[in-house]
């Protein structure tokens, strides 16, 4: 059990253009949950809580209207980079929460152009 | 205060004997701490957690050692495989839902035949 996935897994597109990752827990729900990015070779960095139903809290310096949080559903959130530049490339990793502990989706890789 | 100090950061184990990694956390507030295991190009899956209330937790090949006083903690694989060369991630966050983990740094390992 505890299973999350993230749709897609690789993205590449331009710069200006606006991605969205979807995050879904499969088998349990998750009130709570986290996205992350990481640099190669480096470890996670959190950019934002969300929970179900409320805003997302944004971590110290993460740009809030560049990196949409929206936590619809129980199963579901979603993180749409708006204008994504090519700094904005990265690995973006998500997590649900469960019985206190984090679970985490297999990464969506994104490349701007 | 938020910091988890983790060490070393790569190392190399031949198959069958013992890895170990350190963490060191500041925050007495902490009181969980899962590790990671992280393959290239995958997200981190949790490989075995503790919390303060025992010394040591074992599961299977996987053994997390706790000292509460010196505020560390390891982990040990035991009977090391070239299947277990991963990058490995300690955390600590306090207990409750909505809490945020704290990563350590990463610990590149390679088990050599």
């Known amino acids: 059990g505890a299973v999350v996935s993230q749709h897609p897994s690789r993205v590449i597109c331009k710069s200006g253009t606006s991605v969205k990752i979807e995050c879904r827990s499969l088998d349990f729900q998750a009130t709570t949950m986290f996205w992350y990015r990481q640099f190669p070779k480096k470890s996670l960095m959190l950019m934002a809580t969300s929970n179900e139903g409320s805003k997302a809290t944004y971590e110290q310096g993460v740009e809030k209207d560049k990196f949409l949080i929206n936590h619809a559903s129980l199963t579901l959130s979603t993180l749409t980079v708006t204008s994504a530049h090519p700094e904005d490339s990265s690995f973006y990793i998500c997590s649900g929460e469960r019985y206190n502990e984090q679970f985490f989706g297999p990464g969506t890789r994104l490349t701007v152009l | 205060q938020q910091q988890v100090k983790q060490s070393p950061q790569s190392l190399i184990v031949q198959k069958g004997g013992i890895s170990i990694i350190n963490c060191a956390y500041e925050n007495t507030a902490f009181d969980y701490f899962p590790w990671y295991q992280q393959f290239p190009g995958k997200g981190p899956a949790l490989l075995i957690a503790?919390?303060?209330?025992?010394s040591e937790k074992k599961e299977g090949r996987f053994t997390i050692s706790f000292n509460k006083s010196a505020k560390q903690f390891s982990l040990h694989i035991m009977d090391s495989q070239p299947g277990d060369s991963a990058t490995y991630f300690c955390?600590?966050?306090?207990?409750?839902?909505?809490?945020?983990?704290?990563f350590g740094t990463g610990t590149r390992l390679t088990i050599i035949p």
């Open positions: 955390a600590a966050s306090r207990s409750g839902g909505n809490e945020k983990l704290t």
């Open positions: 503790i919390r303060p209330d025992v």
